[in-house]
């Protein structure tokens, strides 16, 4: 069923409770977040077309707050507008809250000594850098596709890695070269891949399944 053809609050049910499963169960933070809901938005239900929250992810790092709850609430109010934003951002911090809580409640009681403890600490942050790796290889796929894409991506890690350029510098220098690349000098753009359409943007003023 697409976007259109999805009533808006069975919407609203399936934005709550796809964002509460995957903060729940999904363990890496943001970039494992991106990774499960281009797998549930896009692929499963295709709700957003291919890419595009990976597209998005340099500017959803950019604005302040978590990147889970950034990118829920891009998620929640391209599917359903400022009520779905709000309440996939309420999903995807539930979870959180509730088992921080516990633990907060209950730290005096944990065996942080305990070997097997530590080591499952130890495989969840390998496991993090696999999934990190992964994200990295994603947007690499999407978005360095010629020499200048390719120049600049190697300058703007040799300017983090040397220089210690802070990365919202970065990012505005970025933002900066692709209007001057893409208006001022009248280059042709990369062609998007391959299957990425757009998917339906949902009704204006729909407010129910009617």
């Known amino acids: 069923m697409t976007l259109n053809e999805t009533p808006y609050r069975r919407r609203l049910w399936i934005l709550f409770r796809e964002f509460f499963c995957i903060a ?3 363990v890496g933070g943001g970039f494992a977040i991106l990774l499960v809901a281009e797998q549930v938005f896009v692929r499963k239900r295709q709700w957003l077309r291919a890419g595009e929250l990976t597209d998005m992810l340099a500017l959803i790092q950019t604005v302040p707050g978590l990147t889970a709850g950034n990118i829920a609430i891009y998620v929640g109010h391209r599917v359903a507008g400022f009520p779905g934003a709000l309440l996939a951002l309420f999903a995807v911090a539930l ?16 065996p942080m000594d305990n070997v097997l403890f530590r080591g499952a600490f130890i495989g969840v942050r390998t496991a993090m ?8 290889f994603q947007i690499w796929r999407g978005s360095v596709r010629n020499k200048t894409q390719l120049t600049l991506c190697v300058l703007g890690t040799l300017a983090v890695l040397f220089f210690h350029l802070n990365p919202g510098w970065l990012i505005l220098a970025g933002l900066l070269f692709g209007v001057i690349y893409g208006t001022g000098l009248r280059l042709p753009l ?5 299957g990425a359409e757009m998917a339906g943007a949902p009704p204006r003023g729909e407010r129910d399944g009617g």
Do not use: Q
């Open 24 to 26: 729940l169960f999904v």
């Open 95 to 110: 979870p959180s809250f509730i088992v921080i809580t516990l633990v907060a409640v209950g730290f005096d009681f944990l």
């Open 129 to 136: 850098a696999g999934l990190t790796l992964v994200v990295i």
């Open 190 to 194: 990369p062609e998007p891949e391959d």
